[in-house]
Every structure is written in structure tokens, then in C-alpha cells.
DNA sequence: TGGCTAACGTTAGGGCCACTAACGATTAAT
DNA sequence: ATTAATCGTTAGTGGCCCTAACGTTAGCCA
């Protein structure tokens, strides 16, 4: 049931996506940039749940296609520190704008009101189970040793 | 939002299945073929929602693991007959539960009422993009030339 | 200070699911 | 009888999630 409204979702995303040459990975690291500020990708990984070898790939294709910027941290030599380029935000606003379509024409088989009685509905199920899960998973980074 | 709800009921429901050596692919064409009765694989996919080319490849495993049998249609030498064993019954049988446990532990930060809700509301987006999807989409099977 | 531990980045690979392409064989339609 | 459509099969792609292993660098503390 939930499977099948998801790969519904999926599907939609994916078209919608692959007009401008992105995909969810892409969309969610430009979204976790932005609200970070630079960061390393680390932390990137950690904000947008994204695997850190996953991040990596990402990061590769976001600097070729010339939305993303890495650049050595002077204070930490480990790090990369990713920053948006203007291109990079003019993406992240386009797939935004995308997104927002997507929702609509997901729901719109539903009233606003179902819209935001499903949202809540979800977002209680996630709640119920972080707080179960955090007990004994960790986070969304490599797994511990 | 729905993708994080989903991507944790896959989690969910990969790691139930894999402990019986089962995935998603397996159950589905398990209930159809019990839905069904003896069918072709054509039929299954379009039952199930599978691709035909891994309606073959899953059938391959059943038939591998003892759960389903493959025999060839007398009156149309195209198709094969799929048909399920008892243990393929058994099999069946035991994803059921599973998924009855899964969907309880799914759906346990919410009330009973919640959850028929979120039910309803899934399955109003659904009819409602069905209905849309069918006028230009083929329907889950191969595309057409 | 030296040594252990942990974090960071990177590469490589596996699994599941959705999807496309191409092919031979058979059947149905015109 | 030709054409078109269906069935099964193999092969392969791409997206997302996840694990493993390795070298490098920082931080801790004995």
C-alpha cells in the first residue's frame, strides 16, 4: 500500500528530475548546503541521511556539473569544505519549484485538508519510530567499530 | 517526507523477508499466483505490478527454492504455467504473518483510527492517479512499440 | 611525547527495485 | 499469408540503501 504510493512518488520525482539532469541524492545534498552553510561532507551526510560514500559520488557529479565547489578546510586537512556555486542555487531554486509541482499533483487527488491530515499522519509515524530506533541504530554515517 | 516513510518500511520489511530468504519480488508473486491460480507469467507480472523480465528471473528462485512450479500450457505452447507448492503455500503463509507484524510494528506510534486513516487517504491518492495514469500509460508491462 | 582511537574522505562492491532493449518463438488479426 | 501482437528470456541500466576496507589526519591520554 505504502509501497505502491511510494513508488508512485519515486516515479514522478524521477521524471521530474531527470529533465534537469538530477536525482534525489543531488537534491538533498544542494538542500543540506544550503541550510549548512559550507560544510564538510560529513556533515552533509549526517543532515541528509545519505551514506558517506554515496555524499562522495554525489559531491563528484554536483562539481562537474559545475553546482558545487570543494575546497580544502586549512583548519582540519581531513575535511573538503563544499560550498554552492550560483549555478548550485539556481538548481536548488529549480528543483524547489519542481518539488512544490510534484506535491501538487501528488495530492491533488486529495482535499487540503487530506493533504495536511496525511502529512501529519506520516510525520507521527517517523517521530514514533526515531525515538524507538535511536536506541540501539546509529544515525546515518558509517557504522560503528 | 512519504519517501522517508517508505524508505523505513522497506528497511523493515528487507530485513523480515531476508530471514526467510525472501524479498519483496517473492511475496508479491506469490499472492498472485495464489489470487489467481495457475497463471501465466504474463498474467503475474500484470497482477502483481512486476516487469515481466524479473517476473522471470523471480520465478526462476521459486522454482529454485521449491515454492512454484513452472509447466508448459498445452494450449498456447507461449506460455508457461506457474503453479504453487505447498511449501510455496507455506512459504506464502509465513510472509502473511510477517507482514501482519510488520505492518502492527509499522503502525504503532499511531491509533487505530489514525491508521485506517492513513490507509483511506493512501488508497484515495492512488485511485486518483490510476484513473489519470491509464488514459496515456500502459499498465505495467512491457512498453508498447 | 608517543600511541591508541576516532573521524574524514575515497574507492569498490552488493542488494533490491523499477525500467528498457532486443530476440526467438508462437498466436491472433487483417 | 502477411502483419501485428503476445509470451518468455537474457542482458543491462540507474537510483537508492548499505557494508567493507584503506590511507590520512586529529584528538585524547597515559
Redesign the interface.
Known sequence: ??????S???RI?SEEFATVGAR?YHYRLLAAIDELGPASQADLGRRSGIYLSDVVAAINELVDQGFAERTADPTDRRRNVITLTDAGEGQLRRLDEQMVQIQKE?????SDR?SR???E?????????RLSQSEHRAPATAPRH
Not at 1 to 6: F, G, T
Not at 106 to 110: F, G, K, N, V
Open positions: 500500500m505504502l509501497a505502491r504510493v511510494a508512485l512518488s519515486h520525482v534525489g501528488l495530492m491533488s487527488p486529495l487530506e491530515q496525511l502529512l499522519l506520516l510525520e507521527k509515524m517517523l517521530k514514533g519510530h
